[in-house]
């Protein structure tokens, strides 16, 4: 029988022992290495700069991963905060170390560069910016604080040549560079559009910018640089574009927004839209230049009738029963005009059983300063047949819209209206 070597193979299995022990030692202490490193990374990351508690938090996340370059980063951006030549200072070392420990991460240098533009050291300042251009060419943030810098320096050709970059693929800096080129060029929208960049997605947005500020024309004239598919791709622009242009009263220019937004599309200016009602009412939300109706009190309603006409195949109905209020703003349309023309507004009513100490009659407002230009002669009470109105007045100098809209003489604040009125055929002409 053959005999086995027990010291030996007892040896063995020690040292097998040790191995798998320091095996083990070795991966708790790579593991707490590990999570020490992702721990200060993470502690860097989470902390603001203005957190009153970041100079602590900084020391620690350089304590547990100091050759992390994100913990070298909050700790310069501490000192950088604090605005003093010795705290600069320190932040540039800092930031210096921080792109030796990683040279290829455009961001590091774009913070060296701001740190070494504090100290007045601006060809470094330049270097480290166009550094991280090239590390990123394509991104806009490099181009954006690059062209910044190149502004502070008075070097504005180079600086806009930057900016307009940015402008090509971002909407936030887009949107920055158009604020910016906006208020140094004095609001001069020649002198903004030479620095943007010449792309229909770049287009939309200043229609939207130029909209946004009341600049009517320019939003418009922008917008119908963009060809059919282009202006397709953009429908929330132009629903923006023609409310804002509305409300703001630039009304003709609002008239050619909502018709390409297709809301509209047979409303002109100097005309009464759906003057006869032939094609009804509809909601006043889907209409900007068309008949509204508030149908905001029980005690009043309107609404197309083919059983009474003066003309065509409809007429609107007003039904009162027993309205109070004071005030009769219920249906009303604005009209794109000319400043200074002198025009004739007639339209025909009929009423049946119509009572009030204040009857219903048509004004005419001035759309830009809500100044009333003209009224009509009150609506006859009781019951009549289809009586005509006309109203001559000239659009003040001022006014390129106006509101034609159904009020009623004032007669207290408890002063019922009953009955019914309806409407038909209004006409607006030009008077030569």
Not at 137 to 165: C, H, I, S
């Given at each position: 029988?053959?005999?086995?070597?027990?010291?030996?193979?007892?040896?063995?299995?020690?040292?097998?022992?040790?191995?798998?022990?320091?095996?083990?030692?070795?991966?708790?202490?790579?593991?707490?290495?590990?999570?020490?490193?992702?721990?200060?990374?993470?502690?860097?990351?989470?902390?603001?700069?203005?957190?009153?508690?970041?100079?602590?938090?900084?020391?620690?996340?350089?304590?547990?991963?100091?050759?992390?370059?994100?913990?070298?980063?909050?700790?310069?951006?501490?000192?950088?905060?604090?605005?003093?030549?010795?705290?600069?200072?320190?932040?540039?070392?800092?930031?210096?170390?921080?792109?030796?420990?990683?040279?290829?991460?455009?961001?590091?240098?774009?913070?060296?560069?701001?740190?070494?533009?504090?100290?007045?050291?601006?060809?470094?300042?330049?270097?480290?910016?166009?550094?991280?251009?090239?590390?990123?060419?394509?991104?806009?943030?490099?181009?954006?604080?690059?062209?910044?810098?190149?502004?502070?320096?008075?070097?504005?050709?180079?600086?806009?040549?930057?900016?307009?970059?940015?402008?090509?693929?971002?909407?936030?800096?887009?949107?920055?560079?158009?604020?910016?080129?906006?208020?140094?060029?004095?609001?001069?929208?020649?002198?903004?559009?030479?620095?943007?960049?010449?792309?229909?997605?770049?287009?939309?947005?200043?229609?939207?910018?130029?909209?946004?500020?009341?600049?009517?024309?320019?939003?418009?004239?922008?917008?119908?640089?963009?060809?059919?598919?282009?202006?397709?791709?953009?429908?929330?622009?132009?629903?923006?574009?023609?409310?804002?242009?509305?409300?703001?009263?630039?009304?003709?220019?609002?008239?050619?927004?909502?018709?390409?937004?297709?809301?509209?599309?047979?409303?002109?200016?100097?005309?009464?839209?759906?003057?006869?009602?032939?094609?009804?009412?509809?909601?006043?939300?889907?209409?900007?230049?068309?008949?509204?109706?508030?149908?905001?009190?029980?005690?009043?309603?309107?609404?197309?009738?083919?059983?009474?006409?003066?003309?065509?195949?409809?007429?609107?109905?007003?039904?009162?029963?027993?309205?109070?209020?004071?005030?009769?703003?219920?249906?009303?349309?604005?009209?794109?005009?000319?400043?200074?023309?002198?025009?004739?507004?007639?339209?025909?009513?009929?009423?049946?059983?119509?009572?009030?100490?204040?009857g219903p009659q048509i004004q005419i407002v001035n759309g830009n300063d809500d100044k009333i230009i003209t009224n009509s002669a009150v609506f006859a009470a009781g019951t009549n047949d289809w009586q005509q109105f006309t109203l001559d007045f000239t659009a003040p100098d001022n006014c390129n819209g106006v509101t034609i809209r159904t009020v009623r003489a004032y007669c207290g604040d408890d002063c019922p209206i009953t009955g019914t009125l309806w409407y038909d055929d209004f006409e607006l002409k030009k008077i030569n």
């Open positions: 029988m053959p005999e086995f070597d027990l010291r030996s193979d007892s040896a063995s299995t020690s040292k097998a022992k040790i191995i798998l022990i320091a095996a083990v030692i070795f991966a708790l202490v790579f593991g707490w290495v590990a999570v020490r490193r992702q721990l200060g990374g993470m502690i860097a990351e989470l902390t603001p700069v203005n957190d009153p508690n970041a100079t602590a938090a900084a020391d620690l996340a350089r304590s547990m991963a100091p050759s992390d370059p994100i913990t070298l980063w909050l700790a310069a951006n501490v000192q950088h905060n604090i605005f003093s030549p010795e705290s600069t200072n320190a932040a540039i070392k800092m930031y210096e170390d921080t792109v030796r420990l990683s040279p290829n991460d455009f961001r590091w240098w774009i913070e060296l560069g701001r740190a070494y533009e504090q100290a007045e050291m601006n060809e470094k300042a330049e270097a480290s910016l166009r550094k991280a251009i090239s590390l990123a060419p394509a991104y806009t943030f490099p181009r954006w604080q690059f062209g910044n810098f190149l502004l502070r320096q008075g070097r504005t050709d180079e600086a806009f040549a930057e900016l307009k970059v940015a402008t090509e693929n971002n909407q936030t800096y887009r949107e920055q560079v158009f604020s910016l080129a906006w208020e140094y060029f004095g609001k001069d929208p020649v002198k903004l559009e030479q620095v943007i960049a010449d792309k229909p997605d770049v287009y939309a947005s200043l229609a939207l910018f130029y909209g946004a500020r009341g600049q009517a024309a320019d939003s418009l004239r922008m917008w119908n640089k963009l060809d059919d598919a282009a202006k397709a791709e953009h429908p929330q622009f132009i629903s923006v574009i023609a409310q804002g242009l509305y409300e703001k009263r630039h009304f003709p220019e609002a008239l050619e927004f909502a018709k390409q937004l297709g809301m509209d599309t047979d409303a002109l200016p100097d005309t009464v839209t759906n003057g006869g009602f032939e094609r009804g009412v509809g909601d006043e939300k889907d209409t900007r230049f068309g008949w509204k109706i508030f149908r905001n009190d029980p005690k009043f309603d309107a609404s197309s009738d083919t059983s009474v006409k003066h003309g065509g195949g409809r007429s609107l109905k007003l039904s009162f029963r027993t309205f109070k209020k004071s005030e009769l703003y219920n249906v009303w349309q604005t009209v794109v005009v000319e400043p200074g023309r002198a025009y004739k507004l007639s339209f025909w009513v009929r009423t049946e059983n119509l009572k009030s100490g204040g």
